[in-house]
């Protein structure tokens, strides 16, 4: 206690003494004095401001001065790193020292320059995402936007596809059995989980995480983007089901040429008035030809190689890059495509929905829908049942129509 009763006494003296002027202060040596009083080994510190380089004005001048390497610039133009900058965007490999085991590039920082269509010359990962948000995701957001308003203006203008003649529903016609009912739902799934997975992440940004906030948005996006790497391996696996499931049905026949020029009676007088077909019209033929067989090779090739789960493939950016661009025009194209077929297969088709669901259709929504196929089933070419009796009598009570 004593002891800072004192040192408060003192303080107060050496205060009033500097007020009276008795007291000099000795000003601090300079920085760079102190720093060479020290004499230390190692690193200095040094004030950037009084760092005074021996710059060569014209150092720019020399013939070989592009050529210069790092060290070579340095010692004309201190501080001057253009040399080693310069290497690391064109792709020289040097600059990390990433395992060669884990990374093919290894070495290599920033990818050579390149020109991605739709992208400046530039380095390849700027070019990607140039690609990316200058073109894919504007132009496939406004493509998806359109395709879903040209639907909805259809229904509310023409509203859903009926069923003329009265379908009493007494004669049942098997239209899918339930192995092919099982694998159109795995699929069905499986891609309404992707396309969902897949826009959040690709536009989410726009449309969820202004209202949400990043907190939520992130783990959000990260639990879809996990659903998404799940389900799309169910995905390619149900498609090549799928494929060969409804392969026979779908080779071109009898009444397609005939049912696209009449665009399928969807429009104008012909509306409500379908042109005669096989069991799958040539809309669906498409649909299966165009939509699952073509864009389903890119978009599950491209998901694939994205999850690294294609062998035999030495995974570098530039590839994965493709990968993403494939991916992603494929995908967008895709949910076009699908968003047509599901929109029928639900509110835009009477009786649509009901033979995924259970299976079967009536006799005159059959005749009215698939005029060729009600013909070949009435003349007993083709089965109305085609599962066993018992399987479908379980799903419904009511008898399914025998031919
Ligand atoms: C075998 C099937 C599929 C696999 C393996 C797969 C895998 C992937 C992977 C790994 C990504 C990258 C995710 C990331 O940025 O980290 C991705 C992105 C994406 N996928 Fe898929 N996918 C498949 C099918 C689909 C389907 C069927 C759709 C849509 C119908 C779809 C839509 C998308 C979209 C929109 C993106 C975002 C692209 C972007 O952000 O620019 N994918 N997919």
């Not at 040399?83 to 965007?89: D, K, N």
């Not at 494929?243 to 012909?270: A, E, H, I, M």
């Not at 005749?367 to 089933?377: F, P, Q, S, T």
Request: a positive charge; charged letters at 15%.
């Amino acid at each position: 206690m004593l002891r800072h009763v004192l040192s408060i006494l003192a303080l107060a003296a050496s205060v009033s003494a500097f007020a009276q002027g008795k007291l000099q202060v000795e000003p601090l040596a300079p920085p760079a004095q102190a720093a060479s009083a020290a004499q230390h080994d190692g690193i200095q510190g040094q004030n950037i401001f009084e760092v005074k380089p021996e710059v060569k004005p014209d150092a720019s001048s020399d013939a070989n001065y592009m050529k210069q390497s790092n060290g070579q610039r340095n010692a004309v133009q201190p501080g001057n790193n253009a040399p080693m900058w310069r290497g690391a965007v064109s792709g020289q490999a040097g600059f990390t020292n990433y395992p060669h085991s884990q990374a093919p590039e290894a070495g290599v920082l920033i990818q050579a320059p390149v020109q991605y269509p739709g992208s400046r010359f530039t380095t390849a990962g700027e070019a990607w995402r140039q690609v990316r948000n200058n073109w894919l995701i504007p132009y496939g957001g406004a493509l998806l936007l359109i395709v879903l308003g040209a639907i909805a203006l259809y229904y509310f203008a023409k509203g859903p596809i009926g069923v003329h003649g009265v379908d009493e529903g007494q004669h049942r016609i098997e239209r899918f059995t339930p192995f092919e009912r099982s694998a159109h739902w795995a699929n069905a799934i499986a891609f309404s989980i992707l396309a969902i997975s897949g826009i959040v992440m690709a536009f989410g940004k726009f449309f969820i995480l202004p209202v949400v906030g990043g907190a939520i948005f992130g783990p959000f996006t990260w639990l879809l983007k996990s659903l998404h790497n799940f389900a799309g391996p169910v995905f390619a696996v149900s498609l090549v089901i799928m494929f060969f499931t409804f392969l026979r049905d779908n080779f071109p026949g009898r009444g397609d040429l005939n049912w696209l020029l009449k665009g399928g009676g969807l429009f104008g007088r012909s509306k409500g008035h379908e042109p005669p077909s096989g069991r799958f019209n040539a809309g669906e033929k498409i649909v299966f030809w165009f939509g699952m067989l073509v864009l389903g090779f890119f978009v599950v090739s491209s998901g694939l190689v994205l999850d690294k789960l294609m062998p035999g493939i030495e995974y570098d950016r530039m590839g994965m890059q493709y990968a993403h661009m494939i991916h992603n025009t494929a995908t967008v194209l895709m949910m076009c495509v699908f968003i047509g077929h599901i929109y029928i297969g639900t509110i835009g088709m009477k009786g649509a929905y009901t033979a995924m669901r259970r299976g079967w259709v009536g006799d005159e929504w059959a005749k009215e829908h698939h005029a060729y196929w009600y013909e070949d089933i009435a003349a007993g070419k083709i089965p109305a049942q085609r599962s066993r009796p018992t399987v479908m009598a379980a799903n419904d009570a009511e008898t399914p129509r025998t031919a």
